[in-house]
């Protein structure tokens, strides 16, 4: 700890945003890291370029899993989940996502631009995070029915996916595979959708990832 590290607030030491993200990554796996850096950069707390530059200067408990979420952060995730489904489905195969991407030429009643979570453009295939709100929530509900009717009527392929979910492995499997069908038939060619640890996809490693007996 340098004692730039800490800052005064109303008369309290407390640890810099970047301080704190480092200490944590002690304890915290590679998936929770880069949760948590997108959620600090979405919330002004530091930007990525000076995180990554704290970072590369320090020696601490938990840096290679720190490296490895500079790696696979990705600017204009706006949650959590967001960030964890994008890289559930990344590690299985699916290729890089646009994140909240404004849909060309869709627009709701009101004027506003239809946005998706998380989107392969060139193949017209979207990923929506469908939070408790999205049913609990009339105005909301009838937003998302708005959205997906006319994204069926512009020929996207629109997955709606819940936190069960995002908690189901067999289930993301099958929202990859999915994904894998429809670029097969719209391209012709059958992707690779072999599965990878967050550390190998950080590595660009391309091996397929197999449990080990211990189950880690």
Known sequence: ????DILYTEGL????????????????????????????????????????????????HGE???LA?????????ASMTETALRLELNRRGVPRLA???????????????????LVLPEMKIAWEYQGDHHRTDKAQYRRDAYK????????????????????NQQRLNELALQAAVIIAQRTGTVPRM????????????R??????SSGT
Request: glycine fraction near 4%; charged fraction near 20%; avoid cysteine.
């Open 99 to 117: 994140l909240n991407y404004v849909v060309p030429n869709a627009w709701y009643p009101n004027g506003a631009p239809i946005t998706f979570d």
């Open 69 to 77: 979420a500079l790696k696979l952060y990705q600017d204009g995730s």
């Open 13 to 60: 030491q407390v640890l810099s945003p970047e301080a704190t993200a480092v200490t944590l990554a002690g304890t915290l796996n590679i998936m929770q890291q880069v949760m948590l850096l997108e959620a600090m950069v979405r919330n002004q707390l530091f930007t990525f370029p000076m995180f990554a530059d704290y970072t590369h200067k320090r020696t601490f």
């Open 207 to 212: 091996v397929f990832w197999k449990r080990s």
């Open 1 to 4: 700890m340098e004692p730039a």
């Open 148 to 167: 997906g009717n006319l994204a069926r009527s512009k020929n996207w392929t629109l997955f709606d996916v819940t936190y069960d979910d995002l908690r």
């Open 194 to 205: 072999d599965i990878f640890t967050l550390q190998q996809l950080a590595d660009r490693r």
């Open 64 to 66: 290679k899993r720190a």
